[in-house]
Structures are given as C-alpha cells and as structure tokens.
Nanobody
Framework: QVQLVESGGGLVQPGGSLRLSCVIS??????MAWHRQAPGKQRELVAR???????IYADSVKDRFTISKDNAKNTVYLQMNSLKPEDTAVYYC???????WGQGTQVTVSS
C-alpha cells in the first residue's frame, strides 16, 4: 500500500522559511511534485522533480522555493524561503507519475 505523509507545515512570519517533508512508503516511481490549494482557489502546481532530478517551478515561487529528494530516505522536500502571505495554503505531496497524493499540511504566513 502506497502512502505519502507530509509534515513541516505551520505558522511563519512573512520573510521566514519552512521546510516541508513528504515520506513515501510503498513502491512508486520517483516523479514527485508539491501542489498547494488556498481557500477558495483551485489546487495549483508549486514544483515538480523528475526521476533524473530535473525541476520546474511555478513562476510565483521561482527563486524562493526548492524541491529536492533523498532516495535513500524515500523523502521529498520543499524548502520555502522568503515566504509571503500569498503562500498561505494547504500543501500536498504528489507522485505525478502514478497519481498518489498525501493528506496535506497547512502553511500559514502571517504576522
């Protein structure tokens, strides 16, 4: 059974940083992504990483967020720096190769 479990969300002040983690259990490929959904808005892609380590980012987070993975730990990370109030959302880990999703972790950016 495949499970994706996110952690690392919380409340942070504007300009602060958070690192989200997604621990993967079960057999899946390594095409992973982070998405987010703010209240009243559609879920959107934040960052994606391929099996080869190639990354893409939404324009709104480029140069602030970094997606990475540690295959030995079966974990995908999202390092978020220079956070803004508009980054407030539930963040979801996704295996885009096979369609699995985590349960989400709340990130709130507020003073």
């Amino acid at each position: 059974q495949v499970q994706l479990v996110e952690s690392g969300g919380g409340l942070v002040q504007p300009g602060g940083s958070l690192r989200l983690s997604c621990v993967i259990s079960g057999s899946i490929d390594s095409r992973m992504a982070w998405h987010r959904q703010a209240p009243g808005k559609q879920r959107e892609l934040v960052a994606r990483i391929t099996s080869y380590g190639t990354t893409i980012y939404a324009d709104s987070v480029k140069d602030r967020f970094t997606i990475s993975k540690d295959n030995a730990k079966n974990t995908v990370y999202l390092q978020m720096n220079s956070l803004k109030p508009e980054d407030t959302a539930v963040y979801y880990c996704n295996n885009w190769g096979m369609g699995y999703w985590g349960q989400g972790t709340q990130v709130t950016v507020s003073s």
